[in-house]
């Protein structure tokens, strides 16, 4: 099973590295700790947006055999606010691996997503899942492409539909050219915006979302 959480809270660039967490969540029959965190490393990304009241400082993902409310209490231990779901994981372009919790070489972006009045779940994941991933994958420099669809919300907190996880080279924090992969040219850059933004547009992604940069880390738990 993977859980999928956003936390709130001061210093968690620090908390959520820490051994004792790694050390409880094995005892809980964890296998991995993902920690996506908006540290100094990320400071600079340009493109954000937040729903909430306060922007999600960090978004970590436990692949776990235990039961979700062990989990959710570890990490409430040290947060101040806790949101968590059930999700099920695609992954398009699997991301490289780093090693065992070193930082990863990206800004890994993560995209918070909300079904439209519209759309039934069964129309909207169409169109994300059938439609949508190949203009992604296309009109951008990603390296890296999870899409986690909430199966089920395990705690009270905002409705979210899916986390979406890229990852991008670093200078595209600050470059639009290197968000895209456009190599400078600048027709090129407004064509991908263009078929981009149609795309986020037919599915409603463009509305009710949060956009968190972060740094991305991973632990295997032993």
Aim: no cysteine.
């Amino acid at each position: 099973m993977k859980l999928m959480y956003a936390l709130w809270g001061s210093g968690l660039d620090e908390r959520l590295h820490a051994a004792e967490l790694r050390h409880r969540l094995t005892d809980l029959g964890a296998s991995e700790l993902q920690v996506n965190v908006r540290d100094g490393d990320v400071a600079a990304a340009q493109v954000r947006h937040s729903t909430y009241e306060s922007p999600i400082d960090a978004i970590v993902s436990v692949r776990t055999r235990a039961g979700h409310e062990a989990v959710t209490a570890a990490l409430s231990s040290v947060a101040d606010e806790v949101n968590g779901w059930i999700v099920d994981e695609r992954t398009p372009i699997v991301p490289p691996r780093a090693e065992n919790g070193a930082r990863a070489d990206a800004l890994a972006n993560f995209a918070l997503l909300r079904i439209p009045a519209e759309l039934t779940r069964e129309e909207w994941l169409h169109i994300w899942h059938d439609r949508h991933t190949t203009v992604a994958i296309e009109t951008q420099d990603t390296f890296g492409y999870v899409q986690n669809t909430v199966t089920e919300p395990v705690t009270p907190g905002n409705r979210v539909d899916a986390l979406v996880e890229e990852l991008f080279p670093m200078t595209a924090m600050t470059s639009a050219h290197a968000f895209y992969g456009t190599g400078g040219d600048d027709a090129e850059l407004q064509r991908r915006v263009t078929r981009m933004m149609e795309s986020v547009v037919s599915f409603g992604a463009h509305l009710n979302l949060d956009l968190v940069p972060t740094s991305r880390y991973v632990y295997t738990l032993t």
